[in-house]
């Protein structure tokens, strides 16, 4: 038998990088030493927000959820003895990715490489920002500009890079239907060449080499035939947008290239060991079919819902990827669904839905003005507010979760403690101490920058006017200017944008029909009311410091004004300060605190604190997120009424004893619930 070419593989990636420069760049050189074939590189929230790990906002946030990269030394220890020329590097970085990709640059020069072979991707992608991740610095207008003038920049000077990767892995994980992913994607995408093509920086005859280094980055969920069929109507509908608006004939230009990281929403903290096999399923939705399979693919560890996975957790996920392209014949096969009736029935039905979706935006006057008059971000409240009822009926299964829920000793967790990677407390002084030595020597030997205010004040007046702002970035970072300093210069000429946050727009998931669980809890909440003299409980839903993940803290605010509560919920990105200044001016009888970045244990006592200086310890504090169990009992030591984490799914429920814990702050008996 005559051996069958094999199709290449696809780049596998892990997504990785804390603590420090230094102790990435060894987890980096590990991975590539195991067989990874890209570096996938996690920032921490503070360098994908433009602040310096000293900055008031970063308390408790550096290098939790990434690596600090404050300036060109941090980046150069990064990749130290790791030949940039050689990499195909990702980073997942939106609103600061202009300087990360000058700081990039910078060092591979410094390394004696040919710049126009760099390889590899930034994210770049702000409209999802704006509703799900919550890293955006700048409003749409200036957001726009910069991607557009890294785009015209990459064409001309990185010509193997991608300058954007537009993710609708985001919006998945935000409550997104397939429907609304590829619609939301696909208007991100059509925003972002008509700017580029009106810009009048590329010429139209080039406007092929912008559209064929576009890439994207998507989300698999476990509906693996549902996804598989997702990804097919994506190019299909790519390959019409991209000849039909803006008249790419080569087919090369308009192939459909994406990357993937499977869904980390589905995973459980409860039995976490389904987590592998939701992981496996995952994966074959964007590696099976040929003609929609992804370019890259880096998946979740089975742990993540815990904590931070460990080097071997990450390693376990890069096997699963090597034995399907390697053990499987997988690659030895055409097309696995071509001429399959269920497939092509599926897509045309997904693809349909989404262009029709993609006109409504285009009416609205496109994506950005969609973003701003609040329109996208209501819908992805409302579809993952529908999802959560759909699992807390019972409707939607999760076993483990809703489902099969009895299970033996887990081994894999026995010792908590172990099972995650965590991030030593004393790294973020340790970093912040690197940054104030970096400021005082960054003039001397053996550095020598120039001083960087002149960079800065270019940079300013560049920002003023309309040039790109490429050259400008890149000088800064040759200063040794630091991430604060050049999002500082960008916001005094951009200013700042809060996002709409959905909540009050969103519909009502849940009924209160007589006799459901809703209805029970809304007359706790009204008997409650009545008892304290009160026309409203007042409920206040914050998060801290710069996790912007803040999909469950729309929720729990959705079903609480369902409830019957007056909810106060002002976004992403406050101090504990702010938090506790709103709680006092608005009066409220619970504040809840959602953080998913870890930063929990600093930033939550500190809330404690300043409620009982301003003498309001009757205001009981609930927290939600990824809390560690031994986080949530020290927690709760400090004085937090309650610990939610994602085990606990039913946000009803989770109302009811929120009513319970004011309550008993305030002194009151116990209601008698009907059984």
Same mark, same amino acid.
């Given at each position: 038998?005559?051996?069958?070419?094999?199709?290449?593989?696809?780049?596998?990636?892990?997504?990785?990088?804390?603590?420090?420069?230094?102790?990435?760049?060894? +987890?980096?050189?590990?991975?590539? /030493?195991?067989?990874?074939?890209?570096?996938?590189?996690?920032?921490?929230?503070?360098?994908?927000?433009?602040?310096?790990?000293?900055?008031?906002?970063?308390?408790?946030?550096?290098?939790?959820?990434?690596?600090?990269?404050?300036?060109?030394?941090?980046?150069?220890?990064?990749?130290?003895?790791?030949?940039?020329?050689?990499?195909?590097? %990702?980073?997942?970085?939106?609103?600061?990715?202009?300087?990360?990709?000058?700081?990039?640059?910078?060092?591979?020069?410094?390394?004696?490489?040919?710049?126009?072979?760099?390889?590899?991707?930034?994210?770049?992608?702000?409209?999802?920002?704006?509703?799900?991740?919550?890293?955006?610095?700048?409003?749409?207008?200036?957001?726009?500009?910069?991607?557009?003038?890294?785009?015209?920049?990459?064409?001309?000077?990185?010509?193997?890079?991608?300058?954007?990767?537009?993710? %609708?892995?985001?919006?998945?994980?935000?409550?997104?239907?397939?429907?609304?992913?590829?619609?939301?994607?696909?208007?991100? /995408?059509?925003?972002?060449?008509?700017?580029?093509?009106?810009?009048?920086?590329?010429?139209?005859?080039?406007?092929?080499?912008?559209?064929?280094?576009?890439?994207?980055?998507?989300?698999?969920?476990?509906?693996?035939?549902?996804?598989?069929?997702?990804?097919?109507?994506?190019?299909?509908?790519?390959?019409?947008?991209?000849?039909?608006?803006?008249?790419?004939?080569?087919?090369?230009?308009?192939?459909?290239?994406?990357?993937?990281?499977?869904?980390?929403?589905?995973?459980?903290?409860?039995?976490?060991?389904?987590?592998?096999?939701?992981?496996?399923?995952?994966?074959? /939705?964007?590696?099976?079919?040929?003609?929609?399979?992804?370019?890259?693919?880096?998946?979740?560890?089975?742990?993540?819902?815990?904590?931070?996975?460990?080097?071997?957790?990450?390693?376990?996920?890069?096997?699963?990827?090597?034995?399907?392209?390697?053990?499987?014949?997988?690659?030895?096969?055409?097309?696995?669904?071509?001429? %399959?009736?269920?497939?092509?029935?599926?897509?045309?039905?997904?693809?349909?839905?989404?262009?029709?979706?993609?006109?409504?935006?285009?009416?609205?006057?496109?994506?950005?003005?969609?973003?701003? %008059?609040?329109?996208?971000?209501?819908?992805?409240?409302?579809?993952?507010?529908?999802?959560?009822?759909?699992?807390?009926?019972?409707?939607?299964?999760?076993?483990?979760?809703?489902?099969?829920?009895?299970? &033996?000793?887990?081994?894999?967790?026995?010792?908590?403690?172990?099972?995650?990677?965590?991030?030593?407390?004393?790294?973020?002084?340790?970093?912040?101490?690197?940054?104030?030595?970096?400021?005082?020597?960054?003039?001397?030997?053996?550095?020598?920058?120039?001083?960087?205010?002149?960079?800065?004040?270019?940079?300013?007046?560049?920002?003023?006017?309309?040039?790109? +702002?490429?050259?400008?970035?890149?000088?800064?970072?040759?200063?040794?200017?630091?991430?604060?300093?050049?999002?500082?210069? +960008?916001?005094?000429?951009?200013? &700042?944008?809060?996002?709409?946050?959905?909540?009050?727009?969103? =519909?009502?998931?849940?009924?209160?029909?007589?006799?459901?669980?809703?209805?029970?809890?809304?007359?706790?909440?009204?008997?409650?009311?009545?008892?304290?003299?009160?026309?409203?409980?007042?409920?206040?839903?914050?998060?801290?410091?710069?996790?912007?993940?803040?999909?469950?803290?729309?929720?729990?605010?959705?079903?609480?004004?369902?409830?019957?509560?007056?909810?106060?919920?002002?976004?992403?990105?406050?101090?504990?300060?702010?938090?506790?200044?709103?709680?006092?001016?608005?009066?409220?009888?619970?504040?809840?605190?959602?953080?998913?970045?870890?930063?929990?244990?600093?930033?939550? =006592?500190?809330?404690?604190?300043?409620?009982?200086?301003?003498?309001?310890?009757?205001?009981?504090?609930?927290?939600?997120?990824? #809390?560690?169990?031994?986080?949530?009992?020290?927690?709760?030591?400090?004085?937090?009424?309650?610990?939610?984490?994602?085990?606990?799914?039913?946000?009803?429920?989770?109302?009811?004893? #929120?009513?319970?814990?004011?309550?008993?702050?305030?002194?009151?008996?116990?209601?008698?619930?009907?059984?």
């Amino acid at each position: 038998m005559t051996e069958r070419q094999k199709d290449r593989p696809w780049l596998m990636r892990t997504y990785a990088g804390h603590s420090t420069a230094e102790a990435s760049n060894e +987890l980096y050189r590990r991975n590539l /030493a195991k067989g990874q074939t890209g570096l996938s590189v996690a920032f921490d929230l503070p360098t994908q927000t433009g602040y310096d790990s000293d900055h008031v906002l970063a308390r408790g946030e550096v290098g939790r959820v990434g690596v600090p990269v404050a300036h060109l030394g941090d980046m150069r220890r990064l990749f130290q003895d790791i030949p940039l020329e050689q990499m195909n590097t %990702s980073m997942t970085i939106n609103a600061t990715a202009m300087w990360l990709l000058a700081l990039y640059q910078v060092v591979a020069e410094e390394q004696g490489a040919d710049i126009t072979k760099l390889q590899g991707t930034t994210q770049n992608d702000i409209v999802k920002e704006y509703l799900s991740r919550g890293t955006h610095v700048f409003p749409p207008g200036p957001s726009l500009r910069l991607t557009t003038d890294m785009i015209a920049y990459t064409v001309s000077h990185l010509p193997k890079w991608n300058p954007i990767n537009i993710c %609708s892995y985001h919006l998945q994980e935000a409550g997104a239907t397939p429907v609304q992913e590829i619609a939301y994607a696909m208007s991100t /995408a059509i925003a972002v060449l008509d700017a580029v093509r009106d810009s009048g920086q590329v010429p139209q005859e080039r406007m092929g080499d912008v559209v064929g280094r576009i890439s994207f980055f998507v989300n698999a969920g476990v509906r693996f035939v549902e996804e598989m069929c997702k990804m097919r109507a994506f190019g299909l509908i790519w390959d019409r947008v991209t000849r039909e608006r803006y008249g790419i004939e080569n087919p090369k230009h308009r192939r459909f290239r994406y990357g993937v990281q499977v869904n980390s929403l589905g995973l459980t903290e409860a039995q976490p060991e389904n987590n592998v096999q939701r992981i496996v399923l995952e994966m074959l /939705a964007v590696t099976l079919s040929k003609d929609a399979r992804a370019r890259a693919v880096q998946l979740p560890a089975w742990n993540e819902a815990l904590g931070l996975p460990r080097p071997w957790d990450q390693q376990w996920s890069l096997r699963i990827q090597q034995v399907l392209a390697h053990e499987s014949d997988l690659l030895e096969y055409e097309d696995l669904f071509e001429g %399959s009736k269920v497939v092509e029935a599926k897509v045309d039905e997904l693809a349909g839905a989404a262009c029709a979706e993609m006109e409504r935006i285009q009416e609205m006057g496109g994506v950005m003005a969609a973003v701003e %008059s609040g329109y996208l971000k209501s819908q992805l409240v409302a579809s993952h507010a529908e999802r959560r009822a759909r699992i807390e009926s019972g409707e939607e299964k999760i076993i483990g979760v809703n489902a099969f829920e009895g299970t &033996e000793p887990n081994p894999l967790t026995a010792d908590l403690d172990t099972a995650i990677q965590t991030v030593d407390p004393a790294v973020e002084a340790r970093v912040i101490a690197s940054l104030q030595n970096w400021r005082d020597t960054r003039y001397q030997p053996p550095f020598n920058h120039p001083r960087p205010c002149k960079a800065l004040e270019k940079l300013k007046e560049a920002a003023r006017g309309t040039g790109n +702002l490429m050259e400008a970035t890149l000088e800064c970072a040759r200063a040794g200017a630091t991430t604060g300093e050049w999002a500082g210069a +960008l916001r005094e000429v951009f200013g &700042e944008f809060r996002a709409p946050t959905g909540v009050s727009s969103a =519909p009502v998931a849940v009924t209160a029909e007589e006799g459901s669980a809703l209805s029970e809890v809304r007359r706790k909440v009204e008997l409650t009311a009545k008892e304290m003299g009160v026309g409203k409980l007042r409920f206040l839903v914050g998060k801290p410091g710069l996790d912007g993940h803040s999909n469950g803290a729309e929720q729990i605010a959705v079903r609480a004004r369902d409830a019957g509560f007056e909810v106060v919920y002002q976004g992403i990105r406050l101090t504990p300060e702010q938090i506790v200044d709103a709680a006092l001016a608005e009066d409220v009888h619970a504040v809840g605190l959602s953080i998913l970045s870890g930063s929990h244990a600093q930033l939550v =006592p500190d809330v404690l604190e300043r409620l009982r200086v301003a003498g309001a310890t009757d205001i009981p504090v609930i927290a939600g997120g990824i #809390i560690p169990n031994g986080d949530a009992e020290e927690l709760r030591a400090a004085g937090v009424a309650a610990v939610f984490t994602p085990k606990d799914f039913d946000i009803t429920g989770i109302i009811g004893r #929120i009513v319970d814990e004011i309550r008993n702050a305030n002194k009151l008996d116990p209601l008698e619930v009907p059984a």
